[in-house]
């Protein structure tokens, strides 16, 4: 199945993308199954500089695409990525429920002290903050209502060399035991192979200790916001992703 379950379009602040431009090139290139996954971020830092777009609006330009898209081989996915979900968990469960939503992704996108950890970083993290990371991401997998963790490790897109992480190993035990016991995914994001990291996310020592922990929900997502960059790199994703012993859910 060839997939991508991690897409923003033009209901994302930061994506200049257009849902039907995208649909048409996914048609082309013979994916079977896309995910739109437009941001839901409600840290007051991101409202007072992005505000909030109309998600209900956006449910509904997902519905008509799935419609226009009912006799081709292509599945289209109406999804949201919420931001550091565990931090503003009360409001965004309250939203979410009156959404009409088939994929739900959680993602940590800033530190305790706000660092933003998405962008390019003045300086590398130290340990500390390397486990202040993981710690919110444990935090969660624990308490949010997510079918999928998005680019575990994020932090690393800009940096050149793998990060020594190994001190950080039970914390993401008790990470990815949590999510085979509450049935979540871990995804696949390949967005770093276009910036400076040139690896997948999470690495790969990584992914094989999720599924020693039991984990083989997987997602692969190029986390795309602009056309150009959308099936870039497939072809040089880990050709161990597609020997059929990962399962990758439909949703």
Excluded at 30 to 51: F, K, M, Q, R, S
Excluded at 114 to 136: D, G, Q, R
Excluded at 210 to 221: A, N, R
Aim: one cysteine or more.
């Amino acid at each position: 199945m060839k997939a991508d379950y991690h897409l923003h379009t033009e209901y994302s602040y930061d994506s200049r993308m257009k849902a039907k431009e995208l649909v048409d090139k996914a048609l082309a290139l013979n994916y079977d199954l896309i995910a739109i996954t437009e941001h839901l971020d409600l840290l007051p830092n991101e409202l007072l500089v992005y505000g909030l777009p109309a998600f209900k609006k956006y449910c509904q330009g997902m519905q008509a695409l799935k419609e226009r898209l009912a006799d081709t081989p292509l599945k289209l996915l109406c999804g949201i990525e919420v931001g550091d979900y565990n931090r503003v968990r009360p409001f965004a469960d309250c939203l979410l429920e009156q959404l009409d939503l088939d994929l739900v992704m959680g993602a940590v996108h800033f530190l305790n002290d706000f660092t933003n950890v998405a962008v390019p970083l003045k300086a590398p993290l130290t340990p500390s903050e390397i486990a202040s990371y993981y710690h919110l991401n444990l935090d969660l997998v624990q308490h949010c209502k997510i079918d999928v963790i998005a680019h575990l490790g994020v932090y690393k897109r800009y940096y050149e060399d793998m990060p020594d992480e190994s001190f950080c190993r039970d914390i993401l035990k008790d990470i990815f035991q949590t999510m085979v016991e509450r049935g979540i995914a871990l995804e696949i994001n390949f967005s770093s192979l276009r910036k400076p990291y040139a690896r997948i996310l999470p690495d790969e020592w990584q992914i094989e200790l999720y599924m020693d922990c039991g984990g083989s929900l997987f997602t692969l997502g190029s986390d795309s916001h602009l056309l150009e960059h959308f099936d870039l790199n497939y072809d040089k994703l880990p050709q161990w992703l597609f020997n059929g012993s990962l399962q990758f859910p439909r949703f």
